[in-house]
Structures are given as C-alpha cells and as structure tokens.
C-alpha cells in the first residue's frame, strides 16, 4: 500500500514576536471585513513586528462552510501553500453571495451541489481543488483548526486573539490603526 504524504501550509503571515490570531468563517460578511484588512494590518504594524495567523471557523448555519473550509485547507497543501490558500480566500470574499444562502437558508445555492461549489471556486480563483479536496485524511487538519477554536473558547466569527487571549472588544468593523494600537500595545 503506497501513502500519499501532504502538508498543510500554516495560513501565517509575518514574523513579529506579537501574535494576532482571527478565527474567520470565510462566508461570513464580518469575516470577509476582516480578512480584507490583513495585508493593511501587516503593513502598517510591520511584518517583523506581528504574525498574523488565520484559523478557519466553519459554522453550521453557513450552509457550504465546511465544504468552502475544506477548499482553503486543501489549497494550502498545493504548490504557493498559503498564498494558494490566500488565493482561495480572497474569491471566497470576492463573490461571497456565490458561496452562501440568502438568510442563512434560500436562494439559488438550495440547487448547488458540493462538486458545483468547488467548481465555481476553482474558476474564481484560479486554483485546481478537486484532487486536493478529495485528499482522505484531510479532515484531521480541518479538524485541528475547530479543536483549536473550542480549546480557546471561540464559537463565533469574526474573533480575534491577541498572544493567546480572546479579545472581546475587537471587531471587524474597527480601524486598521485600532487593530495596530491593540496588538502592539501603543
């Protein structure tokens, strides 16, 4: 029996000693708001100052999270690793009404099968995820990223971490230069 091996690429960026986790649902709005504050963030707190690192939080009532999850983690095995991941991510949060149902339960995406869903995705964003997405034992990363989030007491998304405590008084909708005044502590 031949065993495939992959690896999971961290989805860090930066190499500051301080750590801003975000624990984002990649559908979510409030997700999205934040996800696309991350390479502002980096810029303006310095690279050599903060990591930043995204932890995937499926939640049930965004019907396709886990197959939209699944996606983002089976991107970081391929070649760019993150980047690739990153790619994903940002065609997500580019054409999220394509991924989501209208109220958490209609909508055209009642007709969409998993297959049309990674599909659609592979288009957007330009990454080849079928072979990846069907990697069987790739569920233990996925499973990583919620064990993570419940260990840590987060259930929600968007949350944010900063060195290892829940920060309940961050939100998506803050200023980048909030964000930068709270985890560099100026």
Not at 100 to 112: I, Q, S, T, Y
């Amino acid at each position: 029996m031949t065993t495939t091996s992959w690896h999971a690429d961290p989805l860090t960026w930066g190499t500051g000693p301080r750590i801003f986790e975000a624990f984002l649902e990649p559908t979510c709005p409030y997700s999205v708001r934040a996800f696309n504050k991350f390479e502002e963030l980096l810029s303006r707190a310095g690279e050599d100052k903060i990591t930043v690192k995204i932890r995937l939080q499926s939640q049930p009532w965004h019907m396709y999270s886990g197959v939209i999850v699944r996606c983002i983690i089976a991107a970081s095995t391929l070649e760019g690793g993150k980047q690739t991941a990153k790619k994903v991510m940002a065609a997500v949060a580019a054409h999220r009404e394509e991924f989501e149902f209208e109220r958490h339960a209609v909508g055209p995406n009642m007709d969409v099968t998993p297959n049309q869903i990674i599909e659609r995705l592979e288009r957007y964003s330009g990454v080849k995820l079928k072979e990846a997405f069907a990697i069987p034992d790739l569920d233990r990363e996925i499973k990583w990223h919620c064990k993570y989030a419940r260990q840590n007491g987060i259930h929600v998304s968007p949350t944010f971490m900063i060195d290892g405590l829940a920060q309940a008084d961050m939100s998506s909708g803050d200023e980048v230069g909030a964000w930068v005044k709270k985890v560099l502590g100026n």
